[in-house]
């Protein structure tokens, strides 16, 4: 039986056969073939996250659309317009918070916020957090302090967690 130092050992050893034997394949040398690799590793693992926050609901068709229109004359446009909503939407909180926090509720201007705030999440392709704006709008309609309230706190959860997945796509991008 081997140990754990020797089974790493022949991991070690395969995986240099395996790039020797693919850089011998395709003709290139074997730092360049690994280097080819680790750019295919990647995208790949580029395309899963993406995928993953397609199926789990987070991104929409809007996300496909704002990267098509990157282009090389402005390859960080669409880590610009996340950046730019992300800071919108850290203010759009606050002052959510704020009027809800009052004696008497203006719910005429905390629609308003949350209209933004939905049109904004909904540029981006924010698709979760487009909901949740919809849902706090319709309580808003129905002057429900305890349902904005309550619906307020889960707009935040999701728009804190859809940050999170996002940075994490953008760290995977950057590096």
């Not at 919809?134 to 429900?144: K, Q, S």
Request: glycine letters at 4%.
């Amino acid at each position: 039986m081997l140990g754990s130092s020797e089974t790493n050992g022949i991991s070690i050893l395969c995986n240099f056969w395996l790039q020797w034997a693919g850089s011998v394949a395709t003709g290139l040398p074997l730092w360049m073939f690994s280097f080819r690799m680790d750019v295919i590793r990647l995208q790949q693992r580029l395309i899963q996250l993406t995928n993953s926050l397609f199926q789990e609901g987070f991104l929409d068709e809007q996300f496909t659309q704002l990267q098509q229109l990157q282009d090389d004359s402005n390859p960080d446009f669409v880590t610009e317009v996340v950046v730019l909503f992300f800071e919108d939407s850290e203010k759009l909180l606050h002052n959510l918070t704020n009027a809800l926090d009052k004696e008497v509720i203006d719910y005429k201007k905390i629609d308003a916020h949350v209209h933004q705030f939905k049109g904004s999440s909904s540029s981006v392709g924010a698709h979760r957090v487009k909901n949740l704006c919809i849902a706090l709008r319709t309580f808003c309609n129905d002057n429900n302090r305890a349902g904005c309230i309550q619906c307020l706190q889960q707009l935040k959860d999701e728009y804190y967690l859809f940050k999170d997945k996002l940075q994490d796509l953008f760290h995977v991008l950057n590096h």
